[in-house]
Nanobody, 120 residues
Framework: QVQLVESGGGLVQAGGSLRLSCAAS????????MGWYRQAPGKQRELVAV???????HYASSVKGRFTISRDNAKNTVYLQMNSLKPEDTAVYYC??????????????WGQGTQVTVSS
């Protein structure tokens, strides 16, 4: 019914940049917020950044000043521009969307995850 499709992960050297994209599709009535989480091996999933329907943003302290979240409302797509990457940013990055879905109401949706690996 609703799909979140991520792209843009990969392998990069420390100090490099990557841009993640997540496109939401399906019977979406409206989007409340979209964001990115990450999970490193042996660690819990953590919030990286979120952007609301009004454009407000929130970042984890560990990425503030290095990562930028943005949205293209016409495309139901959220982006995460990651600069000055560090080895500790290595993780699987998951897209999350708080959506109002036609016929289903409000719910939380997750993408399949995309691997980001930063080499030292």
């Amino acid at each position: 019914q609703v799909q979140l499709v991520e792209s843009g992960g990969g392998l990069v050297q420390a100090g490099g940049s990557l841009r993640l994209s997540c496109a939401a599709s399906g019977s979406i009535f409206s989007i409340n917020s979209m964001g990115w989480y990450r999970q490193a091996p042996g660690k819990q999933r953590e919030l990286v950044a979120v952007i609301t329907s009004g454009g407000s943003t929130h970042y984890a302290s560990s990425v503030k000043g290095r990562f930028t979240i943005s949205r293209d409302n016409a495309k139901n797509t959220v982006y995460l521009q990651m600069n000055s990457l560090k080895p500790e940013d290595t993780a699987v990055y998951y897209c999350n969307a708080d959506l109002n879905v036609q016929g289903s109401g409000r719910d939380d949706y997750w993408g399949q995850g995309t691997q980001v690996t930063v080499s030292s």
